[in-house]
């Protein structure tokens, strides 16, 4: 088996819609399986979307249902039936659980345990049903990835069962984005011109964008033309009113909402950044971070796992609800030169130790542990 092309079934779907962070996660490893020789053939719910990493010789696209089957009357119900006609060595599912009637080997990704740790910040039904397939898709998986050393250790104690089958694989920096503009044109398309802060990633309590908030409005004392663009969807629960919050803090015309931005908007923004800021009380690793510090983002960060286990040594940590500490942290970002070149470095440094390539290969590695067993 080791020396021999392997059939690996993969459930796509993260690739639909407007992908995040799951979605490039996939992506960037699709584009590397391909030379690998193995068979890739990729599950969707409906058509599949046009991705350029989809566009090989070796991936087969197959479409199951009309794509109005969402959760688990695809993944459960029709998804076991097509992947078993395919012959398969191995499943890959890439977002926390897995068809569990399916009876090739599994593996599955868990990038973190928040709904069980941070239970607020999803419905209760909603919760209880991460929690139920993930338990039991753990259980059936021979493989379990966790893309950072915390999520590994998580898994390992809520799982003590399944701990001898959970790898540690870490994510890969910034290479699928399209190439930076220089910061002077990427400023222009943004309509920029003074002090430019970002912070990216979907909007969850968790992640403390109240109190990031009302850090940028200290801020706005020192430094009156500051700008923070907050690129995310709003998925709090309860739902944060953001506009009204703006309003009552004085914000309007020093914070943007820009919500879900494609890869091209992206590039943009790390490209103009002159900081970036990531508060998070539970991350399970940060891609957005590591983006951000391969692109020459200087970074501010919380101390809180993992974001402080990982970004620690190349950016200001800050804890994440110490709103004083957090605009302290973005003025000397802002104000010191000699620091933020410092931080620049250190984050190149860091983004230089992690690898899509790597990520891939050893992601394989553990396909081909299961395909044997």
Known sequence: MDGSPLVVGIDGRELQGRPTGTGRYLRNLLR???ATGDTLVVYFSGPPPEEPALDHPNLVCRSIGDGRERGLVWQQGLLPAAARADRLDVFFSP???????????????????SFFSHAQDFTLRDAFRRRLLTTLGVGVSRGVLACSEFTRRELRTRFPAAAHRVSHIPLGPDDDLPPSPSREEARRRLGVSGPYLITVGAILNRRCLPELLRAVAR????????????????????????????????????????GFVEEAGLADRYAAADGGVFLSEYE????PALEA??????????????????F????????????????????????????????????????GRYSWDRTAALTRAVFLKAARE
């Open 219 to 258: 801020l706005s004392r020192r430094h009156p033309g500051v700008v923070l663009d907050v690129v995310g969807e709003n998925r709090t629960h309860p739902v944060l009113d953001l506009p009204g919050l703006l309003a009552s803090l004085g914000l309007t015309e020093h914070v943007r909402l820009s």
């Open 312 to 351: 620690g040594g190349a950016a200001l940590v800050v804890a994440s609800r110490d709103e004083a500490a957090v605009a302290r942290a973005l003025h000397r970002v802002l104000s010191e030169p000699g620091l933020r070149e410092s931080l620049v470095i250190a984050g190149h440094e860091l983004a």
């Open 32 to 34: 590397r399986w391909r």
């Open 95 to 113: 977002a926390y659980s897995c068809p569990l009637a399916l009876s090739v080997p599994r593996v599955t990704a868990v990038h973190d345990l």
């Open 293 to 310: 510090a391969a692109r020459g983002v200087p970074l501010v960060v919380s101390r809180d796992p993992s974001l402080g286990e990982i």
């Open 284 to 287: 399970g690793f940060g891609l």
